[in-house]
T-cell receptor, first 116, second 115 residues
Framework: AQKVTQAQTEISVVEKEDVTLDCVYE???????LFWYKQPPSGELVFLIR??????QNEISGRYSWNFQKSTSSFNFTITASQVVDSAVYFC?????????????FGKGTMLLVSP | DGGITQSPKYLFRKEGQNVTLSCEQN?????MYWYRQDPGQGLRLIYY???????QKGDIAEGYSVSREKKESFPLTVTSAQKNPTAFYLC??????????????FGEGSRLTVL
């Protein structure tokens, strides 16, 4: 079974639309970290956010917001008023205590295409 | 500026040849990683190293080899035993284990094409 599931393979929106990228995870630990990374066409993964399992507060950073719900094992990412520059592949990832936080397990990614 | 440098950015190889991808970091991180990315497959872990002269296999280590002789360097060799080596390879580093959170810092990647 996948530990990190991003069910949306590809999403297409028109500029200024809001879009939510889903991430569902599975872990036996009570202490873990969740991440979102952005991969633009250039290829390098860019860190967006890290969330500790004990901190369920939602986070907002400009047009980006994250909704962490332990009850449903989800860590969803919303882009408000999307822009063409948001076009990229977005990865959700999990780091677990049992592994000593030694590796990240990634979802398969969601490709977001924002058209003008 | 601190960061991770991968080279070459693009590489072409004939079947049956070994090829080595370079990864250097100046972030003073103990841990380094190699991931492979294929379309629709996400990132899959090849090898990782938590300390100099030690490394562990990831999920898809067959056909690959690594070395960690220096803290700053973690080269990956794609051997002729790797049946489907055409892919995008990403190197990353992090603060080791419980001292960190698992957050990875990535290089720009190397795209390998087998002709």
């Amino acid at each position: 079974a996948q530990k990190v599931t991003q069910a949306q393979t590809e999403i297409s929106v028109v500029e200024k639309e809001d879009v939510t990228l889903d991430c569902v995870y599975e872990t036996r630990d009570t202490t873990y970290y969740l991440f979102w990374y952005k991969q633009p066409p250039s290829g390098e993964l860019v860190f967006l956010i890290r969330r500790n399992s004990f901190d369920e507060q939602n986070e907002i950073s400009g047009r980006y917001s994250w909704n962490f719900q332990k009850s449903t094992s989800s860590f969803n990412f919303t882009i408000t008023a999307s822009q063409v520059v948001d076009s990229a592949v977005y990865f959700c990832a999990l780091s677990e205590l049992w592994s000593g936080y030694s590796t990240l397990t990634f979802g398969k990614g969601t490709m977001l295409l924002v058209s003008p | 500026d601190g960061g991770i440098t991968q080279s070459p950015k693009y590489l072409f190889r004939k079947e049956g040849q070994n090829v080595t991808l370079s990864c250097e970091q100046n972030l003073n991180h103990d841990a380094m990683y190699w991931y492979r990315q294929d379309p629709g497959q996400g990132l899959r872990l090849i090898y990782y190293s938590q300390i100099v002269n030690d490394f562990q296999k990831g999920d898809i280590a067959e056909g690959y080899s690594v070395s960690r002789e220096k803290k700053e360097s973690f080269p990956l060799t794609v051997t002729s035993a790797q049946k489907n080596p055409t892919a995008f390879y990403l190197c990353a580093s992090s603060i080791k284990g419980f001292q960190g959170t698992g957050e990875l810092f990535f290089g720009e990647g190397s795209r390998l094409t087998v002709l």
